[in-house]
């Protein structure tokens, strides 16, 4: 019997109902846990894509170091493709992040260079770039926020894979802003193949503690991120974030990170304005990342609504 390439077991993952705290039962939530990918987040897809195409392309070769800024699960994507395909890496990540993102990381053999936590992700951008122009020919960085083989990802895979998983009966899609890259690839399938579904961004508040989305107000705009093309968003704050990935956990059984959190309660919001519908929810990763952070630290007499 012969094992399947780590990198194929990247996708397909599954699609599941909220059951109990979903607010309008008229209304189907379905949840997409992006957490049960190998590396254990929706990144995993866009760090494949981008990966074999500059190695396709010959951008990357083995003499070169990988290097990205991140705010986690990218980097953590990245640095299990490399563990597997042999190669340096390096990662420009803020102070703020989890330990747990950087105890991965640091397993997977990945150098770290940290950038003021105050400044988020912008820092590490900033001290990426610094880095890669400092020495140029020693790296090659994927840059996920102007990269097109990230959304594309989810053009390819995700968002077939939802059309698949609902035979297209889905009616909303939403999806926390991060650099984009989920929405503007589920967008251009959807565009495509099913152009009656509404897409919806979650942008967090600003001045956020939601580690892996942006305020787009106060945050460098990523390149392949197109607001024009959704149709429409959602602002979330973080304490309705946190208390929904609360609730997920305690009442559905479904342990994610802070953005699915995020993402859900704008699900929920948009099922109570609705008669009928299949919302599907993008949960980006899982909730054992935040541990040493205080996203469950909260978890006395949580209700659904």
Excluded: W
């Amino acid at each position: 019997m012969q094992g399947q390439p780590l990198l194929d077991a990247i996708g397909n993952t599954p699609l599941v109902q909220i059951t109990t705290v979903a607010p309008n039962p008229k209304v189907t939530i379905l949840a997409k846990l992006e957490g049960n990918n190998p590396g254990g987040s929706i990144k995993d897809r866009p760090a494949r894509q981008m990966i074999l195409a500059a190695e396709q392309s010959g951008e990357l070769t083995s003499e070169k170091t990988i290097l990205e800024p991140t705010s986690g699960n990218t980097g953590i994507a990245l640095a299990m493709i490399a563990a597997a395909r042999g190669y340096r890496i390096k990662l420009a990540m803020p102070a703020c992040v989890s330990m747990e993102r950087r105890s991965i990381l640091e397993a997977y053999g990945a150098e770290i260079a940290l950038s003021p936590g105050c400044e988020k992700t912008d820092g590490a951008i900033r001290l990426a770039h610094k880095i890669f122009a400092e020495e140029p020919g020693r790296y090659y960085m994927p840059n996920q926020y102007d990269n097109p083989n990230n959304p594309l990802a989810h053009q390819l895979g995700t968002g077939p894979e939802i059309l698949s998983q609902t035979s297209g009966v889905l009616t909303h899609l939403v999806a926390g802003m991060g650099t984009g890259g989920t929405l503007m690839g589920i967008t251009n399938c959807m565009r495509n193949q099913a152009p009656s579904v509404r897409i919806i961004g979650v942008e967090p508040n600003l001045g956020h503690a939601i580690q892996g989305l942006k305020n787009m107000k106060e945050s460098i705009i990523p390149a392949i991120y197109k607001e024009e093309l959704l149709d429409g968003k959602i602002v979330i704050d973080d304490d309705t974030a946190f208390e929904t990935s609360r609730l997920l956990a305690s009442h559905e059984g479904i342990f994610c990170g802070m953005s699915g959190g995020a993402a859900m309660a704008g699900a929920f919001r948009i099922s109570q304005e609705l008669s009928e519908g299949v919302i599907v929810v993008i949960i980006p990763d899982r909730g054992d990342r935040y541990l040493s952070t205080n996203l469950f630290k909260s978890m006395c007499a949580i209700c659904p609504p």
